[in-house]
């Protein structure tokens, strides 16, 4: 299953709008009865099945990621209800009507990605998209998915529930955020006034409040986390570039060992870390590409000239003999974060010598990022 959406339909007039969606929607297979074949299917790809539908919806639930059906809600309902895992799992499900008026989100529609492939499909398909999540309706903050589209993520899921229901029931609810992108609210309209932004925890910790939605690169210390995460979800932004330099050939567990080490000496989360940065001449160590394959880091790699163009407070000749380059990790952090300056500037451990920097983003207001 190559496309990330599946269509289903069950009717003359659902396969239909079925075939419409598919020839406008790209990332779609599409599925129906073979009783309306029409002779094309092979050539465009579309696939057949015989029997209830209901025998094939657990494979479909396995294979994408979201389902487009044209049956009738109660029947889906019924359907995928034994099927059902978890909210982080379950794919998005969108029910389309069979005359292709509403396009309703059923499932996962905000984890799943449910609400915005509805909107998706009642534009291709000129129909009324339906969504009934309290935060769209309401047009104030999705908690499951605050961030999402920065990259952010959730470290501590389990508040998430309560939480979303103190930003929805208009209880006092404080946005700490002390690192990552301040371009949150995208409604046009104001915040509303139950929703406070703090600049920090200490700040938040001096407030009266009944959820909080933390928004930070830092480890928070004990007293932190039992004010703020008592009723609270942790996001963790990418604001972090490791600069790296190592001597050919070292271990990943060396190279491992010495960010976790110098993180943990920061106060800074390793979820945090948007990257790593090197000189190309690293581009194909094994030891630190195993290390970005295992956090799924990116690796962004520069020439000796291009490191060469940041200034230095303490070049090294001794680094340039062998690479051509005054510094590695230093400048390489500073190039890949677009920052001025080093959050650490430079520590060596053994075989390894590493740098970070955090992001250079516009500021939240009022804070010191």
């Not at 208009?170 to 955020?177: D, H, K, L, S």
């Not at 160590?285 to 000796?304: H, I, S």
């Amino acid at each position: 299953m190559s496309k990330p959406f599946a269509t289903v339909a069950i009717t003359k007039h659902g396969v239909e709008l079925s075939r419409g969606l598919a020839e406008h929607f790209p990332g779609t297979d599409l599925y129906y009865m073979s009783k309306f074949a029409r002779g094309d299917e092979q050539e465009k790809g579309y696939r057949m099945f015989e029997g209830s539908v209901k025998l094939i919806l657990p494979d479909l639930f396995k294979a994408y990621s979201g389902l487009i059906i044209f049956i009738s809600l109660g029947a889906v309902v019924r359907m995928i209800a034994p099927i059902l895992e978890d909210k982080k799992k379950d794919p998005a499900v969108v029910v389309v009507d069979d005359r292709g008026e509403h396009v309703i989100s059923v499932l996962s529609g905000h984890l799943g990605g449910a609400n915005e492939l509805t909107r998706q499909v009642a534009e291709a398909i000129g129909a009324r998209p339906v969504i009934t999540t309290a935060s769209d309706v309401q047009q104030t903050i999705p908690v499951d998915l605050f961030g999402r589209s920065f990259g952010w993520e959730i470290e501590s899921f389990d508040r998430a529930t309560p939480v979303s229901a103190s930003v929805v029931n208009e209880e006092r609810v404080v946005v700490v955020q002390e690192a990552g992108e301040t371009g949150w609210w995208t409604y046009d309209k104001p915040l509303p006034p139950h929703i406070r932004v703090c600049a920090s925890a200490r700040e938040a910790m001096n407030a009266e409040f009944d959820a909080a939605l933390v928004v930070t690169d830092r480890l928070l210390d004990g007293d932190e986390e039992a004010a703020l995460l008592a009723n609270g979800v942790l996001y963790r932004p990418k604001t972090l570039v490791l600069g790296i330099g190592c001597n050919r050939g070292t271990p990943a567990e060396e190279i491992e060992e010495t960010i976790v080490t110098a993180l943990a000496e920061l106060g800074l989360s390793w979820k945090s870390v948007r990257n790593v940065a090197t000189i190309d001449l690293k581009k194909d160590e094994e030891g630190l590409l195993a290390v970005c394959a295992k956090y799924r880091w990116k690796l962004a790699v520069y020439t000796p000239d291009e490191l060469n163009r940041v200034p230095l407070r303490n070049p090294s000749d001794t680094v340039y003999r062998y690479t051509g380059a005054y510094g590695v990790s230093e400048p390489a952090a500073l190039l890949s974060a677009g920052a001025s300056d080093w959050l650490l500037e430079k520590r060596k451990s053994g075989n390894v010598t590493i740098s970070v920097a955090r992001v250079s983003l516009p500021a939240p207001e009022g804070a010191a990022v």
